[in-house]
């Protein structure tokens, strides 16, 4: 089964190096024929990029979406319209949506809802801080973010869903997590979805993210719990991501 590389460009990035971009990643597909690669580039050029991957193998991913459809939500943007412009996939529930613009559960539930209402898969992020971490409660705080979605929802709300784990002391600080605690962790997700109801079993993907380069890649990759990456810094420079690819096929 081929495993998913969504490269998150944040705020970064406009025309001139979306396009070269886009054409070495072309050049080199060989590199990644295996694995699917979609791109997140910033909303305003979402369009743009969608026209450059035409008739590729490459796909698009939103970095936001309303909870809304339609109507008088001025600068928002709506699934429907993110549908219209061939988006696979939108990120929902980031650590910086999270912190910065104060995306408490009751909306990220919302976007996830209005996502899988136009067919667009979500990927929703959970994640511990530093605290957590030390004190050794990272299992506890990822059960608990998703418990929130299947106590308002159900079960079935991770049905054909990613669920990206961002561990966010690591996230953009190039501080790894080991390769231990990210197959700990995601084994402990996956198991307790799992127990939850057997129907759901293999119906939603675990990705990885948080200070992803060339050098751990290739050992996060490929555990036996991971079905892809969610890539951030290190998918900004084309090289440097071409490298992580290289790597990840050894």
């Not at 980031?94 to 919302?110: D, F, M, V």
């Not at 929703?124 to 973010?145: M, V």
């Not at 990705?207 to 890649?217: D, E, F, L, M, T």
Request: charged content about 30%.
């Amino acid at each position: 089964m081929k495993k998913i590389i969504i490269c998150n460009w944040k705020l970064n990035g406009n025309k001139k190096f979306i396009k070269k971009y886009i054409k070495i990643l072309k050049k080199n597909k060989k590199l990644y024929k295996n694995n699917k690669i979609s791109i997140s580039p910033p909303i305003i050029y979402m369009d743009y990029t969608n026209k450059l991957i035409k008739n590729t193998n490459i796909s698009l991913t939103s970095q936001n979406v309303d909870i809304n459809l339609k109507g008088s939500f001025t600068g928002e943007i709506s699934a429907k319209m993110l549908k219209k412009i061939n988006t696979k996939y939108i990120i929902i529930g980031h650590s910086e949506r999270r912190l910065y613009h104060k995306e408490k559960n009751n909306i990220l539930l919302k976007k996830i809802i209005i996502t899988k209402k136009v067919n667009i898969t979500p990927i929703i992020c959970i994640g511990e801080n530093i605290n957590d971490y030390n004190l050794k409660i990272s299992e506890k705080i990822c059960k608990k973010q998703l418990k929130y979605f299947i106590k308002k929802k159900g079960i079935k709300i991770f049905e054909n869903i990613i669920i990206a784990y961002e561990p966010i002391w690591s996230i953009g600080t190039g501080k790894n997590a080991s390769i231990k605690h990210i197959n700990k962790i995601n084994k402990t997700i996956r198991k307790y979805i799992n127990n939850k109801n057997k129907k759901i079993k293999n119906k939603f993907k675990i990705i990885y993210g948080g200070s992803v380069n060339k050098n751990n890649a290739n050992k996060i990759f490929n555990l036996k719990n991971i079905d892809g990456l969610l890539i951030g810094k290190s998918s900004i420079n084309i090289n440097e991501f071409l490298k992580i690819i290289k790597n990840i096929n050894k």
